[in-house]
């Protein structure tokens, strides 16, 4: 290697060095540093969810059948962003208890993410994906909220959920139902 390489290398080296390590010491006591406590918790829910009625295949179904009777108990928490969708991550235990029979209670989990999106007055709109561990179902739920404040800081809120499911089986085809959900926010 030529002598005056050498000697351009190590003078590049030295100043990068003395960048590097010297000058951010300098700015950092310079610098005031701002620090932020920003809470990244919106809130928490929970409620009772009550299906309807569903159709699949052309075929409705509704409440008054014992084998389609279920009812839910969501809780969840939800999390800002930096604009005004909020995320939400909602869990779901689900019984289904065939009154009047000797059937065995069932009861499973429905996973629950979603994005809410805040309108006026109250209102929300949503959209969560839906994974019902132990049914073997997935999709989607499109929700609408109406949210009632109330003295302590909290919420009683009424939700008309729209369930779109498929599965169990590949040939089941889609299912659309329709519920209600009530519960409190805090």
Not at 124 to 149: D, H, I, M, V, Y
């Amino acid at each position: 290697m030529n002598k005056s390489l050498k000697k351009f290398t190590g003078i590049l080296l030295f100043i990068g060095l003395y960048m590097f390590n010297f000058n951010p010491i300098h700015s950092q006591d310079s610098i005031a540093m701002e620090k932020t406590n920003t809470q990244i918790v919106a809130g928490y829910h929970f409620g009772v969810v009550q299906i309807v009625g569903a159709v699949n295949n052309g075929e409705f179904t509704f409440l008054d059948k014992y084998n389609f009777y279920t009812i839910g108990f969501p809780f969840g928490v939800t999390f800002k962003t930096p604009c005004r969708m909020l995320v939400d991550l909602e869990f779901v235990p689900v019984i289904k208890p065939f009154a009047s029979t000797d059937i065995p209670y069932q009861v499973h989990l429905l996973y629950h993410p979603g994005v809410l999106f805040p309108l006026n007055k109250g209102w929300t709109f949503g959209l969560r994906l839906a994974f019902e561990s132990g049914e073997g179902q997935f999709g989607f739920t499109p929700l609408l909220n109406k949210s009632f404040k109330l003295k302590n800081n909290g919420s009683f809120f009424v939700e008309l959920v729209a369930p779109g499911r498929f599965g169990p089986a590949k040939d089941s085809g889609y299912t659309q139902l329709g519920g209600l959900h009530v519960g409190i926010g805090f």
